[in-house]
Structures are given as C-alpha cells and as structure tokens.
C-alpha cells in the first residue's frame, strides 16, 4: 500500500517546513506573519500523530478490531476497544 501524498506535493511540503523553520530561527531575509504567528511545524505534527493523549480514534481501533476479527466490537465503547486491541 502506497502511504503519503506524491512525491513533487511531498517535496513542497517539506521545503514550506524548512522555509518556516528558518524564519522562526531569523535565518531568513523575508518572512510572513503566519510564519511567525502559526504553530510550529513540530508541533503541528505531534499533534497528528495519534500517539498523544487521545490516541487512535475509536473508528481507527474498531477498523483494526474488524481486520483483527474480535468478536462484540460493534457494542464497545473506546476503552473496551483499547483493552481487545491490547492497547492498554
């Protein structure tokens, strides 16, 4: 399965990240305001991670439970689906 955006989007992205980064750091001679007034990069992604607080969503762990086929997952809540999943 092939994951990401295509490869010249992906290149954008990336140069848009570092020209951001640059400019929060004052290495660049021009810079926006949104530059500076907008959430970091790295924070932005950490907060798409999944991996925080919240974690998966419970359509993400019932997808999973469905491929895994645990039996009752269509009644669980979050939590319950968390506990099938050994996920905590």
Same mark, same amino acid.
């Given at each position: 399965?092939? @994951?990401?955006? =295509? *490869? =010249?989007?992906? !290149?954008?992205?990336?140069?848009?990240?570092?020209?951001? /980064?640059?400019? @929060?750091?004052?290495?660049? !001679?021009?810079? +926006?305001?949104? +530059?500076?007034d907008d959430i970091s990069s790295s924070r @932005?992604?950490? %907060?798409? /991670? #999944?991996?925080?607080?919240?974690?998966?969503?419970?359509? !993400?762990?019932?997808? !999973?439970?469905?491929?895994?086929?645990? =039996?009752?997952?269509?009644?669980?809540?979050?939590? #319950? %689906? *968390?506990?099938?999943?050994?996920? @905590?």
């Amino acid at each position: 399965m092939e @994951r990401g955006r =295509p *490869e =010249p989007v992906a !290149q954008e992205i990336a140069a848009r990240t570092v020209n951001k /980064s640059r400019a @929060r750091a004052g290495e660049s !001679q021009e810079v +926006s305001g949104a +530059s500076l007034d907008d959430i970091s990069s790295s924070r @932005r992604g950490g %907060l798409r /991670s #999944q991996s925080g607080a919240a974690g998966r969503t419970k359509a !993400q762990l019932y997808e !999973q439970a469905r491929r895994r086929g645990i =039996p009752g997952r269509s009644t669980m809540t979050k939590a #319950q %689906l *968390e506990r099938a999943l050994g996920d @905590r």
